[in-house]
């Protein structure tokens, strides 16, 4: 059955809603960003999981041909975590996630040059203004002192798994249900941050009741509605315009930070944020006429 064309945007903006959410958490959780990151997918697997059983057995049924593209999706989403989470702690959280969202530009160089996605003019542009006025939004400190230190790399190196999983995911959508395919890439991507931390000597247990609401609220907010709402969405969009429209995550952690972590917007960033809202706009409309791009769902998978 063909879904209403409204809910895939309705979905990418609750999820971009909930997304922007995640670096507060991991601000407010007194513990190593990876630790965060594993309570994180921990917590949402449970949900994921009791959610999953509840559905008839043949909306369980997973095809093992495929089941690769979850099993890569599960790890890009662990390395982005784990690598964006560490990452703050050798930078300012604002350069972290400038850097981290790079990753729209190589979605759309993939999609441009191996997958042979006819991208306009327009949507160049649209990438170009979206990214930049991300730079104005968050990257003030670091445009005004550039340097590739550890954090800026680590967080470049997220970018790039970050990528991964949007192209993955447009792929692995059309094989599995939002449900089906999220819950598997959550349940990996928790395997491997827990084996991560282990390895790292990070402790799992200990921490304050505050510390542990942020990891209850990452779960269920930042992972189960954000990764859901945006697995939808990337079932029914290209990767290629959903990745740039995630542009709209850390222009909204700058405004919730006003009011939940006492930060201020200096006017260069006001302006950054209506730069952004303009590129998404472009990148948007520039993707309405049909493109020779690869059919995003050759299965009757349609949740």
Do not use: C
């Not at 300012?92 to 850097?99: D, H």
Request: proline share 6%; no cysteine; net charge positive.
């Amino acid at each position: 059955m063909n879904q209403p064309k409204i809910l895939p945007y309705l979905a990418l903006v609750s999820g971009i809603l909930a997304l922007s959410l995640s670096s507060l958490f991991v601000r407010w959780a007194d513990a190593p960003g990876a630790v965060t990151s594993f309570y994180r997918m921990a917590v949402a697997s449970l949900v994921f999981l009791v959610i999953f059983l509840r559905q008839p057995v043949s909306a369980r049924r997973i095809e093992r041909r495929w089941l690769f593209l979850p099993l890569l999706g599960g790890l890009f989403t662990a390395l982005d975590h784990a690598t964006w989470a560490t990452a703050i702690n050798f930078t300012r959280v604002a350069n972290a996630t400038l850097m981290n969202n790079l990753a729209p530009l190589w979605v759309a160089l993939v999609a441009f040059l191996i997958w042979r996605e006819r991208l306009s003019a327009r949507f160049w542009l649209g990438l170009v203004m979206a990214i930049g006025g991300a730079a104005l939004v968050l990257g003030s400190d670091f445009l005004a002192r550039p340097q590739l230190n550890q954090g800026n790399l680590l967080a470049v190196l997220s970018s790039l798994f970050y990528a991964a999983y949007f192209l993955t995911t447009q792929r692995g959508r059309a094989r599995f249900s939002t449900l089906t395919y999220v819950f598997l890439i959550t349940v990996v991507a928790s395997l491997i941050l827990l084996a991560a931390n282990l390895l790292l000597g990070n402790p799992l247990w200990g921490y304050s009741t505050p510390t542990l609401l942020a990891f209850l609220g990452a779960g269920l907010i930042s992972q189960v509605i954000g990764y859901f709402s945006v697995g939808y969405a990337l079932g029914h969009l290209p990767a290629s315009l959903v990745s740039p429209t995630m542009i709209a995550q850390p222009v909204l952690t700058a405004l919730m930070a006003i009011p939940l972590a006492s930060e201020a917007l200096l006017p260069p960033q006001w302006i950054g944020g209506i730069i952004v809202l303009s590129g998404i706009y472009l990148v948007n409309i520039s993707r309405q006429k049909p493109t020779n791009a690869p059919l995003q769902n050759p299965s009757p998978v349609q949740q």
